[in-house]
């Protein structure tokens, strides 16, 4: 696997893998997130994301939307944590119009305030739907406990009463703060001529190279000391939701891939998950039952989910301690650990034939920690992984006193 990188005098840094599809992926993936929103700017990332399609020094919106739906191209976009992301899917003979958009749409866009009064009623809309779900809801509810009073525990879409008061000076403050070139990355996945592709953003973005260079310095807000809690919330909905997590591992602690592996073994994809068994297949008490895991740069967090019926949820609990305890108390069998670096090594693979998917996952390495996705490396990580380390993991992380529970009932 061989990448091309470059990185342009104004700073922005490119990133290319080849291929032999006719499909290109590419797209801007830039370093800032809802962890980036000042006190009161709760949602103002996810907001900007909207509206950077409503108009640029060059395009109408109209114009925007049509630009690649004309040629059967997709234009997309998101918001998290720590980064948003513009991309698009194009035929390998549209790649330069993918780029010329892309560029004009995240360094020149204009945020005109007769367009966010309309598009400020579909991020109501997305809010409310989200409010509606709680199987959804409790995942972000469950973060705002773990970091209590970080920014990394708000709500990635904000409220209704912020979104509705936010502005084009809102938006132009926030992207002039942080969509620069140096604060961003271009990536791109299909067959295309790199050169050419370097000379091309130089030219969209040589407007950039005139002036001083200048990024805020991100402040990282510090992380309070965690405390595990027992939180139930009356949302009188007909099945109880119930999430049981902890902070975690941070991306350069050494014991990540540990918790990567055994994350998959209790609640990954495969319908042979411990917990899955436990709870749905021996037991036939929850329909949705799974685990996850998410390392920043300077924390993590580690989380369960099942839905049960309301009188089941001690039943279940005490299930999913049964699963945790048995990881802690003994270290797997070297033929148990073998078949599940088995299972998750055949699962990347498979989910590397995702070409989008995989796009966006070595654009956003690359654009934190300036990491070049390796998959023979990551192989290799998980198979230095031991019993001994798994245990280890386990007694870290899903030790009872320091697990928070939050209860949907």
Request: a negative charge.
């Amino acid at each position: 696997m061989k990448y091309n990188t470059f990185t342009l005098d104004n700073g922005l840094r490119i990133i290319h893998l080849d291929s032999s599809s006719p499909v290109v992926y590419c797209g801007y993936g830039i370093n800032a997130g809802t962890r980036d929103e000042l006190p009161g700017e709760e949602g103002l990332a996810h907001f900007c994301e909207h509206v950077t399609f409503k108009g640029t020094t060059h395009r109408k919106a109209w114009h925007i939307l049509n630009c690649l739906e004309s040629v059967g191209g997709d234009l997309n976009a998101f918001t998290n944590k720590e980064d948003t992301v513009y991309y698009a899917a194009i035929l390998q003979e549209h790649t330069d119009r993918a780029v010329d958009l892309l560029t004009d749409i995240v360094f020149h866009s204009v945020y005109p305030q007769n367009e966010i009064d309309k598009e400020v009623e579909v991020i109501c809309d997305e809010i409310e739907s989200y409010n509606d779900s709680p199987s959804e809801l409790i995942y972000d509810e469950f973060e705002n406990a773990i970091f209590f009073g970080h920014e990394l525990g708000h709500n990635i879409l904000g409220t209704s009463e912020k979104v509705k008061a936010f502005t084009t000076e809102d938006a132009l403050r926030f992207t002039r703060k942080y969509y620069r070139p140096e604060n961003s990355i271009f990536f791109i996945y299909g067959h295309v001529d790199f050169k050419r592709l370097v000379r091309r953003l130089e030219k969209a973005t040589s407007d950039f190279g005139k002036c001083e260079p200048f990024v805020e310095q991100k402040t990282a807000n510090v992380l309070a000391p965690y405390e595990s809690q027992q939180i139930v919330v009356n949302k009188g909905t007909h099945q109880a939701h119930v999430m049981i997590g902890n902070r975690a591992y941070n991306v350069f602690d050494n014991k990540r891939i540990g918790l990567y592996l055994l994350n998959n073994i209790l609640g990954g994809p495969g319908m042979n998950a411990k917990l899955n068994l436990s709870l749905r297949e021996h037991h036939g008490l929850v329909y949705t039952v799974e685990s996850s895991m998410v390392s920043y740069g300077d924390t993590g967090l580690w989380c369960t989910y099942f839905g049960c019926d309301p009188e089941d949820v001690n039943k279940c609990r005490r299930l999913v301690r049964k699963v945790l305890d048995k990881f802690m108390a003994s270290p797997m069998t070297e033929s148990q650990l073998r078949a599940a670096k088995k299972q998750i090594k055949g699962q990347i693979g498979v989910a590397r034939d995702s070409r989008e998917n995989f796009a966006l996952d070595f654009g956003k390495s690359f654009l934190h920690y300036g990491w070049e996705k390796d998959i023979s490396a990551l192989y290799k990580h998980i198979d230095e992984v031991t019993p001994e380390l798994i245990q280890q993991v386990a007694q870290e992380i899903f030790a009872e006193d320091q697990l928070t529970t939050l209860i949907y009932k």
